[in-house]
């Protein structure tokens, strides 16, 4: 017992040791002189809130030896601390969602004299509360609340500082500190402060390297005119940034790197420096210390989509053993009886139409023109015809005396022999008027009269049950599922592409640069469009470079967990075009939206994104691998794009089956007992065959399955578990799998079906470390 105490207090004091150590080794990597400059947001929550004198404040007091100010970021000798200030201008939503990705402390500003006017509405305006609802969304970093035009009683600065923190309390995390800052020795201590604060970071932020460019340039293409090498200067953060990986423009795309050049810091710690001679020595900020060059062996493929190989899904010729099967197959088919009169002749016998008849013999009836009916025995006076059809084995086939036994529905439908459509158009109207209260159901469609339903809904199918009925997921893919890829192991395959990062932080320095070094990225075959389009936004936002993961810059297909923003009315349809904004991404997307059923395989497809809870949203989208915050926006004419939703990744499955469900509604006209006569969910009596082996409901909780149909105007008698009331509605619920809709990227926006073909690329992993 002494023993093995002694050896879990030897373990307790181990890991208390290794704790210790990683805390104080991010402490010093987090404020040392290898560090980067660490990113302070301001951003106000009002538009009376005066940024600009706030910036100014700030950096002059960093940068104490100076006597102005040229650049945002600035090293401090006193506070041994180097900081870039950014200012989030209030009413751009965009340039405030860039900022805060980048962010290391949001400082919110509040203006006090807001609480002091009536005529103001308090600290928060309407821009302010929507932007806070989007930065918790994306995953807030450190916060911090500065107060600014506060009085100069020390009674009334206090008392105002406590109303502005109750107010805010609500939309505020409850960590973040409240500063006052008017004067030279309030921002002093807030500056101490903010230099010994341990700061948090998104965590879908920490898994990538990333760069917040300082300056921007542009080399042109030598071999193509269209495109050139856009240069991004700044600061490694977060991880080691390998020059063989994927880089991720924010707003422009992936593209591969040509070569990293290390510099000379441009704002050292350990060297005191005159604002003269940092502004002289421009020559030896630029100054390249090493360059780093891609190893072909190792880079990453700039891979977006899978090429497919249009002869996989060519069919060979069969052989003569193949045939030879095939005609020993179709000889063994079951064969179905024929009752016809006794003298008829096999040219008059092919004319009569059984009792049994369903409409699956009809629609082979073409395909069996050849096969010849042959003459087996008499019956009772008739002659038995036997011929090759294709018959279900479980159907029960009746006699000529049960049907005169069944109930009155023969002469059901006499009076509705010669109605035209405007007739049954109008009685339609008439009977859902009266069930107009169950009418609601979202999924209920009405069956057209002038196209058939077997047409019409072809590609529908019904399931027995929909939690427990299984759906082959390869069956019947897209044409897009040919150019995407999926993982055969996607948990594994994360795991190996985040251990390869921790390889990169620890591996060989000429490949990759170190976090905290200047650096100078040269991105090779960028649109000369899209390198315009960045300059012109630069000036408001900043241009943001992350490292890609293995696997990142290849399509698939994502779901994401969406809500729908409680502020936006608009109704959200699916496939409806989107802005997604997903950590440093942002694309355009027409996603599907389903139900997330957790008891099975097959989720429900949904018309519409509804208010008050999670759906999940299907897009082609380039793989990403979670955890990643979803911000969707929906673009506007002449305006700011507005919140729609929020979410998150879920998961990365071309598998997973989306079914839209359809819902054929029918009345009974007749009923005895068991046995009803329904019309109006068809208006055909190939239709009623056709969908014969589909099982029937009511919204009063009966099941039932359609006997034969009645008439030429789609009326059917049917049979159910219990007695149906005249006044229940007859359904059959008809499901067909749903696919996301194409990006802009394919070239097909048009779905069409290789059952063989379209085959998505896998992914295969080795077992990761």
């Keep these: 017992m002494r023993f093995s105490y002694n050896v879990s207090g030897i373990l307790e004091i181990l890991v208390r040791d290794e704790k210790r150590a990683a805390l104080l080794k991010e402490k010093r990597a987090s404020s040392g002189s290898s560090c980067p400059p660490r ?44 900081t870039t200030v950014l200012q989030a201008h209030h009413g751009d939503l965009l340039s405030c969602m860039e900022m805060a990705k980048v962010a290391d402390l949001i400082a919110f500003v509040v203006s006090a004299s807001s609480l002091c006017n009536e005529s103001e509405k308090g600290p928060i305006d309407s821009f302010g509360s929507e932007c806070l609802s989007v930065l918790r969304a994306m995953g807030l970093p450190s916060t911090s609340l500065l107060i600014r035009d506060v009085p100069n009683d020390m009674k009334r600065r206090q008392e105002l500082k406590k109303v502005c923190s109750s107010f805010t309390a609500s939309e505020l995390p409850e960590d973040c500190k409240v500063y006052l800052a008017d004067t030279k020795e309030e921002l002093h201590k807030f500056m101490w402060l903010f230099k010994e604060q341990h700061l948090s970071a998104p965590h879908w932020r920490i898994q990538r390297p990333y760069l917040m460019s300082h300056e921007m340039d542009v080399e042109p293409d030598v071999d193509d005119s269209g495109k050139c090498s856009l240069i991004l200067s700044g600061y490694v953060r977060a991880h080691n940034f390998s020059v063989n990986q994927l880089v991720h423009v924010s707003g422009a795309g992936d593209f591969q790197l040509s070569k990293i050049e290390v510099l000379k810091d441009p704002f050292p710690l350990n060297e005191k420096r005159k604002c003269d001679s940092m502004e002289s020595d421009d020559s030896h900020a630029g100054q390249v210390i090493r360059t780093l060059f891609p190893d072909p062996m190792k880079a990453e493929p700039s891979v977006a989509e899978n090429v497919p190989d249009p002869l996989a899904g060519e069919q060979t010729w069969p052989t003569e053993a193949e045939m030879a099967e ?38 082979e009836s073409s395909d069996d023109e050849g096969d010849g009916m042959v003459l087996d025995k008499r019956k009772n006076g008739f002659l038995v015809l036997e011929e090759y059809a ?67 809904f072809a590609k529908y199918r019904g399931l027995k049950s929909f939690r427990t009925s299984s759906w082959d997921p390869k069956e019947s893919l897209p044409q897009e599922y040919a150019r995407i890829f999926a993982f055969d192991n996607f948990r594994r395959t994360q795991k190996s592409a985040l251990s390869k990062v921790l390889d990169t932080d620890q591996g060989n320095l000429g490949e990759s640069a170190s976090i905290g070094s200047y650096v100078r990225l040269h991105i090779k075959q960028v649109q000369k469009d899209v390198v315009s389009q960045l300059c012109n936004q630069s000036a408001r936002l900043p241009v ?58 097959q989720h429900k497809m949904e018309r519409f994104l509804h208010p008050g809870r999670f759906s999940v949203a299907s897009v082609y989208a380039p793989i990403s691998f979670p955890p990643l915050p ?6 506007r004419e002449g305006v700011e794009p507005a919140i729609a939703a929020f979410g998150s990744l879920r998961s990365v499955d071309p598998d997973r089956i989306i079914l839209k469900k359809i819902i054929l509604s029918g009345y ?41 149909p ?60």
Aim: some cysteine; proline content about 4%; glycine content about 4%.
């Design 326 to 363: 095939a005609d020993a197959t179709s000889k063994e088919r079951k064969l179905k009886k024929k009752i016809v009169p006794s003298g008829t002749s096999d040219y008059q016998a092919a004319w009569i139409i059984g009792d049994t008849d369903d409409d699956d013999d009809e629609s």
């Design 668 to 708: 009974p006209q007749r009923v005895s007992k068991l046995k009803a006569s329904v019309r109006f969910m068809f208006h055909n009596p190939d239709d009623v065959r056709w969908f014969k082996p589909v099982e029937l409901w009511t919204k009063r909780g009966r099941r039932g399955r359609i006997k034969e």
């Design 390 to 456: 294709h018959s279900d084995p479980d159907e029960e086939h009746s006699d000529i005396k049960d049907f005169e036994d069944e109930t009155e529905t023969d002469m059901v439908m006499a009076d509705d022999e010669n109605w035209t459509s405007d007739q049954i158009k109008a009685e339609i109207l008439k009977v859902k008027q009266e069930h107009a209260e169950d009418e609601e159901f979202p999924d209920e469609v009405d069956t057209p009269i002038d196209v058939p339903a077997r047409k019409r």
């Design 630 to 635: 979803l911000i969707v926006l929906k673009s």
């Design 39 to 82: 990113v302070i947001v301001l951003f106000g929550l009002s538009d009376s809130v005066d940024l600009n004198s706030l910036a100014r404040d700030l950096l002059t007091l960093s940068a104490a030896d100076c006597s102005e100010v040229v650049m945002n970021t600035v090293a401090s000798p006193a506070f041994r601390l180097r």
């Design 710 to 769: 009645v008439g030429t105007h789609g009326a059917m008698k049917c049979l159910f578990n219990g007695v149906v009331q005249q006044h229940d509605t007859v359904c059959m619920s008809l499901y067909k799998r749903g696919f996301a809709m194409a990006l802009s990227s394919f070239e097909s926006k048009e779905l069409f079906i290789y059952p063989k073909m379209c085959k998505y690329q896998s992914i295969e992993m080795q077992q990761a470390p």
């Design 544 to 601: 943001v470079a992350s490292g890609l993961l293995q696997h990142e810059s290849k399509m698939s297909v994502l779901h994401f967990s969406i809500k729908k923003y409680d502020s936006y009315e608009a109704p959200i349809k699916s496939k409806e075009s989107l802005i997604f904004h997903v950590g440093f991404r942002q694309f355009v997307a027409r996603p599907v939206f389903s139900s997330d059923n957790m008891n099975s395989d």
